[in-house]
Each structure stands twice: as structure tokens, then as C-alpha cells.
């Protein structure tokens, strides 16, 4: 691994399922982030970890919840999908708060 | 709570003219990033701000934060094709998360 990654790539999901999307990174950055992007709304973040075993919440929390047990891995999980959660999804980290972001390539959701 | 703006939406400019973007904050910051997204990739940070007044350039690109830390700009000179993407500016207020504008799309006409 270089960098970080995300999976899937892509997913068509039905509504009201759980989905997990995957984020893994290994530069040993102490923060990470999950943002979506939505056309005209830019990036706006959903939860943020500032260091393994701590979270927060974001912009745009609803209907979303995250783990971060270890430094590399930071797993977003949609309880139940709603079509209103269709979107690209971006996973970034940081060696700390307040430095540059790397993304990953991405995961495009949508929700039926 | 702190919002970013950035003009114009969009913009079409024709190979070798010039471009500029405009990010205007809510609040005061503590610094600033500007990132560029290639057409179906993900945001490649390009560079921090953060004193007042400061301007950096990286070969054709200007950045300049503001007096005041509540806006920025970014202008490219004699635009190229591989300078399509579109560019966004976050800003964040010491302490807490930064916060991304809805950011330019430029497009540039060969």
C-alpha cells in the first residue's frame, strides 16, 4: 500500500441496507477524515478522527457513524442507506489537524 | 457556523489567457489550503497560507491571503489544458476542521 486507499471503488446499493466503506492509510498520519461530494456543495465533512481511538462529527453527520481502533484504518458505516446518501465519497488524512490532506481515489455510492 | 464562498462557479477561458478564483470566508482564519480535482479524480493539495498579506507562487500560480485572513485568491497565468480541473479553498479557524468552499471549476478551450 502507498498512500492511502479506499473500497469499493463504486457500489449500487438498495435502500435501508448497512454499508460499510472501507479507508486504509499508511503514512502513520494521526488524523483522518470522511467527506462527501456532492455537485455544487463541494467537500463537506461527515466525521474526522484526530488521533487512533478519539472521533468527532462533522458538517453533515446524520446517518452516519465511524471507528478508528487503530492509526491506519477508518471505516465509514451507513446504518441504513437512503437515497439522499448517494454521493462520492473521499477518505483523507493529516499528519495532524491544521496540515495538508491526502485523499484517497474515492468511492461513488449510490443509493436506490 | 464558519462558511467559505468562492467565485465564480465556473469559468471558460481560452488557452493562454489568464485566471483568477476568489475565496471569501465568514470568519477570520488561522490559515488557509487551495487544492486542485482533476475531472474524476480526487483533491491534490497545492499550498498553505498562513500569515496575512502573504503571496506564494509555484511557476504559473499565484496565491495571495488577505489582510484581514478572510479571503484569498488564486490566478493562474497563460492558462494550459492541464490546468483544467476544478480548484477549491478550505479555510479553518485554529482549533477546528477546515472547511471547504464549493470550489471553481475552470475549463480551458485550446
Known amino acids: 500500500i502507498a498512500g492511502i486507499t479506499q473500497a469499493p471503488t463504486s457500489q449500487i446499493l438498495a435502500a435501508g441496507r448497512r454499508m460499510t466503506l472501507r479507508c486504509t492509510q499508511d503514512m502513520r498520519h494521526n488524523a483522518m477524515y470522511w467527506y462527501r461530494q456532492d455537485l455544487g456543495l463541494g467537500l463537506r465533512l461527515i466525521h474526522y478522527?484526530?488521533?487512533?481511538?478519539?472521533?468527532g462529527k462533522g458538517e453533515v453527520p446524520d446517518g452516519y457513524s465511524v471507528s478508528r481502533a487503530n492509526t491506519d484504518d477508518f471505516p465509514l458505516t451507513l446504518a441504513s442507506a437512503v437515497p439522499s446518501q448517494t454521493s462520492v465519497y473521499f477518505c483523507a488524512s493529516s499528519v495532524g489537524t491544521g496540515n495538508e490532506q491526502f485523499f484517497g481515489p474515492g468511492t461513488r455510492l449510490t443509493v436506490l | 457556523g464558519q462558511q467559505v464562498m468562492q467565485i465564480p462557479q465556473y469559468q471558460h477561458v481560452q488557452e493562454g489567457e489568464d485566471f483568477t478564483t476568489y475565496c471569501n470566508s465568514s470568519t477570520t482564519l488561522s490559515n488557509i489550503q487551495w487544492y486542485k480535482q482533476r475531472p474524476g479524480g480526487h483533491p491534490v493539495f497545492l499550498i498553505q497560507l498562513v500569515k496575512s498579506g502573504e503571496v506564494k507562487k509555484q511557476k504559473r500560480l499565484t496565491f495571495q491571503f488577505g489582510e484581514a485572513k478572510k479571503n484569498s485568491s488564486l490566478h493562474i497565468t497563460a492558462t494550459q489544458t492541464t490546468d483544467v480541473g476544478t480548484y477549491f479553498c478550505a479555510g479553518r479557524v485554529y482549533g477546528q476542521n477546515f472547511v471547504f468552499g464549493p470550489g471553481t471549476r475552470l475549463s480551458v478551450l485550446p
Open positions: 478522527s484526530n488521533t487512533a481511538g478519539t472521533t
